[in-house]
């Protein structure tokens, strides 16, 4: 007998027995189907956490200003730590050559008004390396500029967010809206940024959007007290300021900040550039812990170990549902053996071999995981869309995915069906005739 006949022997056999051969096939169905939906959960979850990384900056070391603890005030020298301040962005530039940009950020949450709308905003003071160091883009308009931090100027630019919710279709560059007791001039719009609905706890990610971005100097002057007293001057450099005296012995202003992003050039490793820059804020802090500093590169490895592991997990216990079908496959096919024992004496006898009889039974196995891994890619994708629409989780379906599942589903065929094949292949012809 040649290939076609044993197929079409096999199928026939499949075929005289529908309902079995359906049940027969769930396992690897379902199994299949849950490997797909697992995975792809655990790929979308990847790919959420690394562009709520990205938006940090991969190359960037944030600091963000934090409340000091009781043990690092018993420690502090009488000279107490001032907190995070612009002259710490300054001290960090002049000694770490391997940095690209100091990008200090004040932040404030508040009202922002035009005409009879008022919506909840985030304000964020900060300077003009701010839409590199963290690579945004505009939508419309244009970034503050270095003259605003210089004159002090009463403008921003909003969030994508920020300008539907304040001026709907209304085109804001030019117009003027109003944050506290203040009047700002629109100058642009930024694009899009990602909107987590499922933030990472350390990132604190929230949602970009909503930020409207302010001259840090106008932030500082005109919408807070500063610390400290006397008048001293403002000096710029490069994309950043500090504050310096005016020749006389006035203290200077500290001006507080809330975060400090620090772009390290790409050739430099960053957890050595991270421990100069905290040996730096130490120095300055006098020891105090009111400070973190968090490595977005760190939390990618972070989060790929962890992820990889997630994956690992969910796929074994995918792969359960599998092993459960496999052996389903096998104990079906027992059962044919047994069940068509006087069937194989009769091909046997008009002269089929055993390779003929191997083939025929294989085939079968192999047929109920082919077509069962085929419908479970398809309900796969199902759930992966149920999931996405019900769970508003982010699900990702790649290539390997498929092939890993469709592959692992013919080996369960092969590897489960060859046994109760090789059964049947070397029963004895006679005993098999004689078989009621």
Known sequence: MNLNENIVIGLNGLLSHKLRSVLTALGIIFGVAAVIAMLSIGEGARQEALE??????????????????????????????????????????????????????????????????????????????????????????????????????????????????????????GKQIKLDDQWFTVIGVMRRQLDPKKKLENLKVRNLNMDVYIPITTAQFKMTRFRGGGTGGMQFFGGGFMFSSSGNQNPIPRNLLDQMTVKVKEDIPIDEATAVIQNILKRRHYGIDDFEVIVPEALVQQSQQTQQIFNIVMGAIAGISLLVGGIGIMNIMLASVMERTKEIGVRRAVGATRADVLGQFLFEAIFLSVVGGIVGIALGFSLTKIITLYAEWRTVVSVPTVLLAFGVSAAVGIAFGYYPARKAAFQNPIESLRYE
């Not at 690579?135 to 970034?143: I, K, P, Q, S, V």
């Open 52 to 173: 709520q990384i990205s938006l940090m900056g991969v190359n960037n070391i944030i600091i963000r200003a934090k409340e000091p603890t009781a043990q690092s005030f018993g420690k502090a020298k009488a000279n107490f730590s001032p907190g995070l301040e612009l002259q710490d962005s300054r001290a960090i530039r002049d000694v770490c050559s391997f940095v690209q940009a100091v990008v200090p950020q004040w932040e404030k949450s508040g009202a922002a008004q035009y005409k009879s709308e008022r919506k909840d905003v985030k304000v964020i003071g900060t300077t003009p390396d701010f839409i590199h160091a963290f690579n945004y883009t505009l939508a419309d308009g244009r970034f503050l500029q270095q003259a605003h931090l210089e004159g002090q100027d009463n403008v921003c630019v909003l969030g994508s967010d920020a300008k539907d919710q304040i001026f709907h279709f209304e085109n804001p560059l």
